[in-house]
């Protein structure tokens, strides 16, 4: 089993900054991706970013110039940089881990509000 863990979320004013951070624990090999997804109420849950095995990643429109996601192999931990955030970001952000031939692994989810 995967154990995903998040912090950094919380409440800033619009055109502030958060990093979000996720540490992975447990069956944690095979990775394919790990990322993070966002729910706003009433919405889907939608992609905000990932990171693959190779290193590369891929973005929302939404979110592209502005987020930025990364990790630390050695801490087992993804990390996602939010700046000039809008209020429209607002949601749940859930960590996500993709494993080759099994279902995702998700985090408890952190709370992002951004005020106007």
């Known amino acids: 089993q995967v154990q995903l863990v998040e912090s950094g979320g919380g409440l800033v004013q619009a055109g502030g900054s958060l990093r979000l951070s996720c540490a992975a624990s447990?069956?944690?090999?095979?990775?394919?991706?790990m990322g993070w997804y966002r729910q706003a109420p009433g919405k889907q849950r939608e992609l905000v970013a990932r990171?693959?095995?190779?290193?590369?990643?891929n973005y929302a429109d939404s979110v592209k110039g502005r987020f930025t996601i990364s990790r630390d192999n050695a801490k087992n931990t993804v990390y996602l940089q939010m700046n000039s955030l809008k209020p429209e970001d607002t949601a749940v952000y859930y960590c996500?881990?993709?494993?080759?031939?099994?279902?995702?692994?998700w985090g408890q989810g952190t709370q992002v509000t951004v005020s106007s």
């Open positions: 990171i693959f095995r190779g290193g590369s990643t």
């Open positions: 996500n881990l993709d494993k080759i031939g099994r279902p995702p692994s």
């Open positions: 447990g069956s944690i090999f095979s990775i394919n991706a």
